[in-house]
């Protein structure tokens, strides 16, 4: 069964703007209902008020921001590394170790995709050494073994993809070297060091099968391997590497900022970005609605654009089906006037198809205020203020 909204005549009512997110008519907040997440049919709407102005929300639905990188403590392991939110289909977690793992583990419930927020180390796995850093990811076929060497206080995010492997979105007309080069991507070597490492001794692998952990022990390294061939294998790609897509008159919808395809999921890189010059154009993302997607938003580093000082590096967001949202209030008077030439930021986002659980998390991770931080756009509507007006 198909799940396209196929009634493609579209129609126009009202006031509205010649184009989508370019010069909307005075005094209105463009919305953009949509289906498919950012992919699918469309329609702009053009209200009086800020669609985001509320003046609160009851029950379960509402957007969360939470801090890991706030709560995190250091594990040598990533099977202990502290979960935020999940579906069938997905976990993210987030890790932070500074200790060289003294074990191997091995995924066989998903694929697993690492970003390093901070540290830099190495890498081994059954295909065998690769060095990483801040921005990397690492995309590791479910089965693999692997353990990282780190000396220094290592943050990552990880992301498991169960059901399906990792992949790259279809480019359509950009091409195959945007947003990046698929051949930049590096592949694990074995080299002196690689080998070096191999030998006697005991060595356990922690196997993560159905959400538990088994211990497979041997007499060696596992991490034996002395050549491979084959297309199955490691990637690492780091986020300078990503070139952004710009338009200098239209702001750009996230899809063109896709990453990895997961298994009902979508993975997008926010990378430095080109203001948009264009006097019309919208220079932050439009108010929009979330009717097929929910929206995680890792916040990595820079000016982190249209969540404004609310949100710092090392954060998480999540704007959950059937719940609007776009710039918060002050964000809001650079939507068609920014004093900078550059977006500097790195942002991940992680769109996916089914609803999210948020995991239990530990005393202090979430802000359970940032439901009202939304409350300011209240300022900004206009039959509100009318309200206060009539009150007066």
């Not at 066989?108 to 540290?119: A, K, M, R, T």
Request: hydrophobic share 40%; proline share 8%.
């Amino acid at each position: 069964m198909s799940r396209k909204w196929n009634f493609t005549a579209p129609a126009r009512q009202g006031a509205v703007s010649r184009q989508a997110h370019v010069a909307t008519p005075a005094g209105t907040f463009e919305r953009e209902l949509g289906r498919d997440g950012f992919y699918g049919a469309a329609t702009q709407m053009y209200h009086r008020n800020p669609p985001v102005a509320w003046s609160g929300i009851e029950g379960p639905l509402r957007p969360r921001a939470i801090n890991p990188a706030a709560v995190a403590q250091p594990t040598d392991s990533p099977w202990q590394a502290l979960e935020t939110m999940h579906n069938a289909n997905l976990r993210i977690r987030f890790w932070r170790t500074q200790t060289s793992m003294n074990h191997l583990v091995r995924n066989s419930d998903g694929d697993e995709l690492l970003f390093v927020h901070q540290g830099s180390g190495v890498l081994f796995c059954d295909w065998g050494r690769l060095p990483y850093e801040a921005g990397d990811y690492i995309v590791l076929p479910r089965g693999a073994m692997w353990r990282i060497e780190t000396s220094v206080l290592t943050d990552m995010l990880l992301v498991e993809s169960t059901g399906a492997p990792y992949s790259l979105p279809d480019r359509g007309p950009l091409g195959k070297y945007v947003p990046f080069d698929v051949g930049i991507m590096e592949h694990p070597q074995i080299d002196e060091a690689f080998l070096a490492q191999q030998g006697h001794g005991t060595w356990q692998v922690r196997v993560k099968r159905r959400q538990q952990i088994s211990v497979v022990t041997y007499p060696f390294n596992p991490l034996d391997a002395v050549g491979w061939q084959g297309d199955l294998h490691p990637m690492r790609l780091n986020v300078r590497d990503i070139r952004s897509v710009s338009n200098h008159r239209l702001h750009m919808s996230p899809q063109t900022y896709s990453t990895f395809m997961g298994n009902r999921f979508i993975v997008c890189t926010f990378t430095p970005r080109l203001i948009e010059t264009d006097a019309e154009a919208m220079k932050l993302p439009f108010f929009h609605n979330n009717d097929d997607y929910e929206e995680v938003l890792f916040y990595h580093r820079g000016q982190l654009g249209s969540r404004g000082s609310l949100i710092g590096e090392g954060a998480m967001t999540l704007h959950p089906l059937g719940l609007t949202h776009g710039p918060h209030p002050e964000a809001m008077p650079y939507m068609f006037k920014v004093p900078i030439a550059i977006a500097d930021f790195y942002t991940v986002m992680i769109d996916t198809l089914d609803p999210l659980e948020m995991a239990e998390l530990p005393p202090g991770c979430e802000n359970d205020e940032y439901v009202n931080s939304w409350r300011g756009h209240i300022e900004l509507a206009q039959d509100a203020q009318l309200g206060k007006a009539g009150k007066a």
